[in-house]
């Protein structure tokens, strides 16, 4: 195979009278090294949003919820540690979630309540401190001076701009859940004291959710000493399914238990289809090139066609011919691919450490891109494009190695 690699490689160092094919092949490598380098940072950008909001979305939502199907969770105590137990398990806390209305002085909104324990949550929730839970721990403290009787809630930044209310206002809890009176059912309403408002830069949760004590929920929703379910965070949070399958299999039917990939399950698969529409979108660059590596094959075998003769009638074989023009073509894909990788990956490295690409703070929750190079895209965008230019230069060099010696001697 020597022979062939030394050939091939005289090919790809065009005399002057080449200069054109030279050329092609030159355009044939620039265009490989864009589409490869566009592949790698568009991917690593989408598989850094993708993260990004991941880690939002799991700070706030658990890896895990645990409810019965019949109903509340009565001895959810005992549950829980049960659940502790479970091989992957790390936390587990009740949690009471609801509908409600809430409305302030100046306006009304919807919004998700959710009753936690706050000396329990801290190991479901991340980051508490910073959406400000802690506060519902230290309601016996009235540092402000305002009434310590009144249970707290705490708001989301959004929803709090909409109801126009800041910490240690006051507004009113209304839930459907009420009681039947003489005038017919009437809705529940308490008064709570805003004692903390957060902000996770993702409006589904900065406008519709808050948090108050587990007792005060029980007590508002007249539910005893019940609770709507358990939710747990776990070692690995691509282990939750077989967690999910271990806790079913164990509980048994009467209960139901999801995870956070079936939880936001629309939400993931449509990032994960966008960044599979992209990676084809972006291939066709890489295809383009292809188009000029054939072309550039094509154009050096009408060239070299009395060359191609003389090798056979020296006796080099069709394979041996094929294996000439298909190393040819492969090492402007090889050439491509290293250096669009490289630039690629420098880029990536540029843009996670010094953030020179800004967003406007206005239109998007994150201020720069989010970068995360996975080193497994890589090797598949590197490995894609080598197939590509294999296939490019099948045809071409299947033309050379048909090529009958003595009609090329003679027309050639």
């Keep these: 195979m020597g022979f062939e690699l030394f050939i091939a490689g005289r090919y790809l160092r065009a005399r002057r009278k080449y200069r054109f094919i030279s050329l092609i092949t030159f355009l044939s490598v620039a265009g490989v090294t864009v589409g490869v380098m566009a592949l790698i940072v568009v991917i690593a950008v989408m ?66 309540v959710r009753g936690i324990d706050p000396n329990a949550v801290d190991v479901v929730i991340q980051g508490m401190e910073n959406l400000g839970l802690t506060a519902l721990r230290d309601l016996e403290r009235d540092d402000a001076g305002s009434d310590p009787a009144l249970p707290g809630i705490v708001l989301g930044h959004e929803l709090a701009r909409s109801l126009g209310v800041i910490e240690q206002d006051q507004l009113y809890l209304i839930s459907p859940r009420g009681m039947v009176s003489p005038v017919g059912h009437m809705p529940a309403m308490k008064r709570f004291r805003v004692v903390g408002i957060f902000e996770t830069g993702m409006y589904e949760y900065d406008g519709s959710l808050a948090f108050i004590r587990l007792e005060d929920a029980q007590q508002m929703l007249r539910m005893g000493r019940t609770v709507t379910g358990i939710e747990m965070r776990v070692d690995d949070i691509y282990d939750a399914g077989k967690i999910v399958k271990s806790i079913l299999k164990e509980l048994g039917a009467s209960y139901t238990a999801r995870d956070w990939m079936e939880m936001n399950r629309n939400f993931f698969s449509a990032l994960k ?23 550039s094959l094509i154009m050096m075998v009408m060239e070299k066609t009395r060359d ?36 690629g990956t420098l880029l990536c490295l540029l843009l996670k450490r010094y953030e020179f690409v800004k967003l406007p703070s206005d239109v ?49």
Excluded at 84 to 100: C, L, R, Y
Excluded at 325 to 343: E, N, P, S, Y
């Design 364 to 412: 998007y929750y994150i201020t720069t891109l989010p970068v995360q190079l996975e080193w497994s895209m890589v090797v598949l965008i590197g490995l894609s494009t080598l197939a590509i230019c294999l296939l490019a230069t099948l045809y071409p060099a299947g033309r050379a190695a048909g090529l009958n010696p003595s009609e090329a001697l003679r027309h050639g």
């Design 47 to 112: 598989a850094g949003f993708e993260s990004d909001l991941k880690k939002r979305i799991l700070g706030i939502d658990p890896h895990i919820v645990l409810e019965r199907s019949d109903g509340q969770l009565t001895d959810y105590q005992r549950l829980c540690e049960r659940m502790k137990a479970f091989d992957g398990v790390t936390s587990a806390a009740p949690f009471i979630t609801t509908q409600t209305l809430l409305r302030s002085g100046v306006g009304i909104a919807g919004s998700v």
């Design 308 to 343: 191609i003769a003389i090798l056979k009638a020296m006796g080099a074989t069709n394979d041996a011919i094929r294996r000439i023009f298909v190393f040819k073509g492969v090492a402007v894909g090889i050439f491509g691919t290293l250096l669009g990788g490289g630039l």
């Design 273 to 295: 289809l966008e960044k599979t529409m992209m990676f084809i979108l972006l291939t066709l660059i890489v295809l383009v090139a292809a188009f000029n590596i054939s072309s």
